[in-house]
């Protein structure tokens, strides 16, 4: 069926609206074309800025509250301004980068979108290669320009809370990661941009909203990860034990969040197995008549 064929059916239906056609799993001509890698590149340099701006924050604060520096809670931004720090990055790169990589600016995104047919599995993995590099790239340089205060405050690096078992841990980053993955999904679904396409910041907005509610939420128990490039990356450079020990949980608390904010959205919201169960009935209906 042709692209003019799916319009006029989707008038024909009173929809106003277009749902963009499953990419293929496997793409190989993606790897012939220049906007993939402007694309992987995009993802590359998002991630480092993330983890840049984000890690200093998280290094600031915990030197300004330093009671043996001086410091105090009040001198500082505090779990508030962290978290400001986290969402409005978000906000701020998804709104630059939307338009050549997506914005995903997060491995546990790529993977929800990619479970979703959204994108292929190379750009899938090559996105996810690009943002962890980045993100190890973006806290390095945190650690060249700031060497002592870096070792000294823990290299924002993502560790269990003491008092906080692992399932814990783990169910606090699911459920943070669903937040922000279903957040992405709303927000960029073609339903949406069509009654809102007048809004160009709609979508950005509430997906760097949502990272800030969850580390509003989250920062005490795990530190939040619900990035498994932002951990990925902070544990490269910090390299402790701790740190390394609790990195599974920041890989499997987001894949398992996004796997099933994906589904959720898409068979469940969407009824995308419903439409296809339909689709699959009528055709063997008309097979039999």
Known sequence: MTKDELVEEDSFSGKDYLDPPPVKTFEAKELKKWSFYRAVIAEFIATLLFLYVTVLTV???KSQTDRESGGGACASVGLLGISWAFG?????LVYCTAGISGGHINPAVTFGLFLASKVS???ALSYMVAQCLGATCGVGLVKAFQPSYYNRYGGGANMLSDGYNVGVGVGAEIIGTFVLVYTVFSATDPKRNARDSHIPVLAPLPIGFSVFMVHLATIPITGTGINPARSFGAAVI?????????QWIFWVGP???AAIAAFYHQFVLRAGAMKAYGSVRSQLHELHA
């Open 59 to 61: 290094i600031g604060f």
């Open 88 to 92: 409005g990055m978000i906000f701020i």
């Open 121 to 123: 599995l190379v750009r």
């Open 238 to 246: 910090y390299n402790n034990q701790k740190a390394w020990d609790d």
């Open 255 to 257: 894949f398992v969040g």
